[in-house]
């Protein structure tokens, strides 16, 4: 089985984006009380968008199931208040519990959270328990920056998140460390926040003990870990000079990168720098490169091609493509 | 005659720094008037604090001549005021004039600049002129942060940094993209605000049409161009998707690459996907890494032994370690 285990709802019918629109345009208007309208989503509208797009693609790339959740640019936290990251969150979260629902054996579920900036992330434990418990998802995205690339939340180390992962190692989730969108005109959202961000939490985690007080807390780091795997010496050297332990062992059971680098050379270099154990396959597709790469006639985000190209033994292959998803994901094994 | 683009004066002797820490603690006090009194540093300091350290390593390692500034993570743009900036980036550009009339065949000499946040960079011009015009320096870090982590300027491609930019092809010289330490604790000074920097700046390149305004504005990106070459895929495909030149393109006569990239696959990768007349080699030495690399028994910041693997053709080599760096910095040729 080939668990790809990063996959955004890009292609939501245009409903949830009117909603968000009302939304946002009730902003400007403080009188308004934000409330939360029915959707009009129909079970067809919702197999329309996957059919040509997600579910094409795991045919005809050959994967089997998508570890999916709500659009990672769209989750804005940084817009409106507490309320109005709620609503819209709740609204994604049940959209993708439906795509779940039609699609049982194509889509794993993972929720957004209502975060919000300068609210404690304990206000999001509920909506986690809601989307874990009762609606059977397998995981989360954890936002390191809800003010969309201000950076005003303390570091992914602080005891600022201890609420919320005391609450992912009760329920054996992990979380995939995801900026949104940025309203910080200096960043773009796909082609430097997130991968500023993957880089910036890495880093925190070379400088802490976060692991010791969690031992069982899984983060996926996606793009690939950022930019850490090209600058492996660099992240080494500097937890040697900072007396931290070496980064497989800081990694180990705790952090894993996802496989989306859209060429050769990129994937050549993360296997060749990062132990297999925490590199889980992923594409992001339908995602931040939607293009065909001229050079090799296939899309830059078919991202199991360089994986084949790699002559991993089957032992590795199965590893990457399967049984690190379920180690980091353990729900995944009920439902898969 | 190889030329190492990349050194900061980290070795600086202690009144240097004392000054600093005399300047930091009457900013507590606003009655205090700010000035700028001579530095107690000899010829002998300076010597010394280079002998064991830069020169030491230039002669060990076999390079020639470092493009040699003030320590960057010192620059601390975001602390005090423009006053405080300014007289700080005086003493410091000062001390590498020092440097270089003691050692004129060992380091050519590249400014800082006393920026501030929220002041026009055009504020800047007038050092930038004493710098190239009175003392003979080749080039200047340019910091596109100088909120210090918090990412309150304009992007680079703003009509903001306009002035400068004419300045820089006034002089003909180039800039470093370089931000300094941060005062946001998300960021790790070198692991990661530095690359995350560098990875943002890349990508507003993309953006923008910089290079029509400006056909003869050079950057240096360092530290590998952060991020980008291992997601050179993406970066190509987010080009492609909206409708921007390709990369080698955009770069071709503006935007380079230094080689600080600590490890041999990340060398590897750099080499790979960058054309070799945009990288310039690179060390940072003395900088962010400063221990040896125990799976090789080398120092991390060694970077000439992993081009030197490569296997490049003469001219290559000549290009990466002489060609493009003349190119780039051409009041480097009188000099040297």
Redesign the interface.
């Known amino acids: 089985m080939i668990i790809d285990c990063h996959g955004h709802y890009t292609t939501a019918p245009k409903d949830l984006l009117a909603f968000r629109d009302e939304q946002i345009a009730a902003l400007k208007d403080p009188s308004t009380v934000p409330s939360k309208r029915a959707l009009k989503i129909t079970d067809d509208q919702i197999r329309e968008s996957l059919e040509g797009a997600q579910l094409k693609f795991q045919r005809e790339r050959g994967s089997d199931v998508t570890i999916f959740s709500p659009r990672a640019a769209g989750m804005g936290h940084h817009i409106g208040n507490e309320t109005t990251s709620r609503l819209w969150t709740e609204h994604c979260n049940d959209l993708i519990y439906r795509v779940g629902q039609l699609y049982p054996k194509n889509f794993a579920a993972v929720c957004q959270l209502p975060q919000s900036p300068g609210v404690p992330i304990a206000n999001s434990i509920s909506e986690l328990e809601r989307c874990v418990n009762e609606l059977g998802f397998i995981g989360c995205n954890l936002n390191?920056?809800p003010s969309g690339?201000?950076?005003t939340?303390?570091?992914l180390t602080?005891k600022h998140w201890y609420p919320f992962y005391e609450k992912l190692v009760d329920l054996d989730v992990p979380a995939m460390i995801h900026v949104s969108a940025t309203c910080?005109?200096?960043?773009?959202t796909?082609?430097?926040h997130y991968?500023?961000g993957d880089?910036?939490a890495?880093?925190?985690f070379?400088?802490s003990d976060l692991f010791k007080d969690f031992p069982t807390l899984r983060f996926i780091i996606p793009?690939?870990g950022?930019?850490v795997?090209?600058?492996?010496?660099?992240?080494?050297?500097?937890a040697?000079?900072l007396k931290r332990p070496p980064l497989n062992e800081m990694m180990r059971a705790n952090v894993f990168f996802d496989t989306c680098?859209?060429?050769q050379?990129?994937i050549?270099?993360l296997f060749?720098?990062v132990p297999v154990e925490n590199i889980l396959f992923g594409s992001e597709m339908v995602g931040?490169?939607?293009?065909i790469?001229?050079t090799t006639g296939h899309y830059?985000?078919d991202t199991k091609r360089y994986i084949d190209k790699l002559g991993l033994s089957a032992e590795d292959k199965q590893k990457v493509f399967e049984g690190n998803a379920r180690r980091v994901y353990p729900r995944m094994n009920k439902e898969f």
Chains 1, 2 share one sequence.
């Open positions: 390191p920056d690339g201000n950076w939340a303390p570091p602080d910080n005109p200096n960043f773009h796909t082609g430097s991968i500023n880089t910036t890495f880093m925190q070379i400088l793009h690939g950022g930019a795997p090209y600058h492996w010496g660099r992240y080494r050297g500097l040697q000079d680098v859209y060429h050379p990129g050549d270099l060749k720098v931040a490169v939607r293009g790469d001229p830059y985000d």
